[in-house]
């Protein structure tokens, strides 16, 4: 028996750069858990798979350690959660116990909405879903870093960029993160957003230059490129940090949540079977 697979869910983009980003992202998940080979699914809905990985996807097991990790969607791409969930059977044909870990960066609609939906429709009998990736402070260094980069100094103003929810418990992660932002940096942010909510980010950014801010930055709190992304370069700031993207830090806050989840899984089984790094 393997251990728990670990399925990443993620929003889903039209960007290719957005989907390459993803695939690249579950990979270090699968070399950091010690598994072997990996690849990617994607399909459908819009996809742009003409430079994304497209082979269908199982890492090899070489024991009871590694895990198998596979990649999900919500929202424009498939393969969904539930799809996937229905595909994890060991050569046996039985179901094999699933970790889901929300690739979110604030719990909104989709973390508290429609993973739950699709664990229920896949009618997979063992899994756990671990909290969504932020808000956390690994993500907050890691913003700093990317701020600094795109050539933030201390003295510019920051705009702490989100895409937004109509969700009030996603609104509050991301006034969490925008403060571990502001702690790491030692200075204020203020907080705009791209899709959903108020203030938005241009706005934001006028208002920092009428109240005398010579320079303005806008700190990505985005997962990886696409839309979202672009459009911060169109809001008037001097400069747009890069979206958080694929990090050793970000790759080991996946594998930690899988770890503690997995263990807890699998104490609840008659198998039990030790998840590498627990």
Known sequence: ??????????????????????????????????????????????????????CEH???????????????????????????????????????????????????????????????????????????????????????MRLRAAGWRPGDAVVFAAAGSSDARARQDVRRAAGMLAEHLGVPVRIGYVATGAPRIPEVVAELRDSGARRVFIASYLLAHGLFQQRLHDAGADGVAEPIGVHPAVVRLIADRYRAAAQELMRASTFPVQVRGA
Do not use: C, K
């Open 1 to 54: 028996m393997t251990a728990p697979a670990l399925v990443l869910v993620a929003h889903g983009t039209r960007s290719t750069r957005g989907v390459q980003m993803i695939a690249a992202l579950a990979e270090a998940v699968t070399r950091e858990l010690g598994v072997g080979e990996y690849g990617v699914a994607i399909s459908g809905r819009d996809a742009d798979t003409s430079a994304a990985p497209v």
């Open 58 to 144: 199982r890492a090899v097991a070489h024991g009871l350690e590694n895990p198998w990790v596979r990649t999900a969607f919500v929202d424009v791409l498939g393969p969904s959660p539930s799809e996937v969930l229905r595909d994890l059977t060991d050569a046996q044909g039985e179901s094999v116990p699933a970790v889901v870990v929300p690739a979110f960066l604030a719990s909104g609609y989709h973390v508290y909405q429609d993973v739950p939906r699709e664990v229920t429709e896949s009618g997979h009998p063992e899994v756990a879903v671990t909290p969504a990736m932020g808000p956390d402070p690994a993500l907050a260094r890691i913003m700093a």
